[in-house]
């Protein structure tokens, strides 16, 4: 098996999510990544004992054939695929009394981390959900002078990575020159925390492929201190996508730092389909030769081996834009899905919907 493009498990989801049983027996399986797929094939096979005891006598066979027909399919992996296992079977026939017994396995784009076993009347779908609103991660920072949080959002999904204090003193009474070394010692303190959180950030996000941007949270002098300095690399700081005023620098101030950022992380989707279409559309304008609009322009091109990005938009015909992504997986083309939600992404729809940006003049 090999892991599922995000678009991949998006129509598999909704295909799996069209089909409903007439009573609780379309059978839902997840197998987590690293799991053990012999304990869950045989967890399957202690299940028939129960399914016999069903009262329906169509129930009954159709969530044993399903019980039957996961069980036989198990028995190929020697080992759960490295991003773990969703298995979906059942009879999905819409005409009562016929049986259309069929099984879905999807191993998806990122690690599973739901073990599941579930009859229903319809399949549980929840978790490939979830998947499919991270396509991206982006970074978490929340600190003050004292403390330090460092997080990841990955979806809805807020992980916090590390978690780091200053050791800076309280302030104390003091008067003179005590006051003033007390307040160098401070500063010096300050410089050297916000270094660390460099550090700490340099080494988890500088080389996660994924990461999206960074949001950065806290008190006014403290942030702008931090991110005006010379702490964080070029890559990082380029990284930064909002710097927003908050007093929490714990865990609970990550998930503030994402409520209060919901404006900035909306516009990412759209800001990276206006560039990519800027791309493409000042392409086809300056150099004409290295771009093609239109679906039999864009098939001649990859069928020559010449796309370098596939531009689809999401109201193509759902045929073409399979068979289209078939042959730019096959050369190793990019693939951009562009929405109807932004001017520019209506304008592509409305010239024809499909195009690409050329790696050689065809």
Request: with cysteine.
């Amino acid at each position: 098996m090999t892991a599922l493009t995000k678009e991949e498990l998006k129509e598999i989801v909704e295909e799996l999510g069209s089909h409903k049983g007439r009573h609780t027996e379309l059978v839902s399986v997840y197998i987590p990544a690293g799991y053990d797929v012999n304990s869950v094939q045989k967890q399957l096979e202690a299940e028939k004992s129960t399914a016999k005891n069903i009262k329906s006598t169509g129930t009954r066979k159709n969530v044993m054939d399903a019980l039957d027909k996961l069980v036989r399919y198990l028995k190929d992996f020697k080992k759960t695929p490295e991003n773990g296992l969703g298995l979906f079977c059942g009879n999905v026939s819409d005409i009562e009394g016929q049986q259309d017994l069929r099984l879905w396995a999807v191993e998806p784009s990122m690690p599973l981390k739901s073990r599941l076993y579930r009859c229903d009347k319809e399949f549980v779908l929840e978790p490939l959900r979830q998947m499919l609103e991270v396509e991206e991660v982006f970074g978490l920072v929340v600190m003050d002078r004292k403390e330090s949080t460092i997080g990841l959002l990955e979806g809805k999904s807020i992980k916090v990575l590390q978690k780091m204090t200053s050791g800076i003193p309280s302030k104390v009474r003091a008067g003179g020159q005590s006051s003033q070394r007390f307040h160098r010692i401070t500063e010096g303190l300050t410089k050297e925390f916000y270094k660390r959180i460099a550090e700490e950030m340099k080494k988890i996000f500088f080389e996660m492929p994924k990461l999206k941007g960074i949001l950065i949270g806290g008190p006014i002098p403290t942030k702008d201190e931090f991110l005006d300095g010379d702490y964080l690399v070029t890559k990082l700081k380029e990284k930064v996508i909002g710097r927003l005023n908050l007093g929490d620098a714990s865990e609970s101030g990550l998930k503030e730092l994402v409520e209060r950022a919901r404006d900035i992380l909306a516009q990412q989707e759209i800001v990276h389909e206006k560039k990519v279409l800027e791309k493409f559309f000042e392409t086809l304008g300056k150099n004409p030769d290295m771009a093609v609009l239109g679906s039999e322009n864009t098939r001649v091109a990859l069928q020559n081996g010449a796309v370098q990005i596939l531009f689809l938009s999401e109201k193509t015909d759902k045929k073409i834009s399979n068979e289209l992504k078939k042959l730019a997986k096959n050369i190793g083309s990019e693939i951009e899905i562009i929405s109807t939600e932004t001017e520019e992404g209506q304008q592509f729809r409305n010239l024809k919907g499909i195009g690409a940006i050329l790696r050689f003049r065809i």
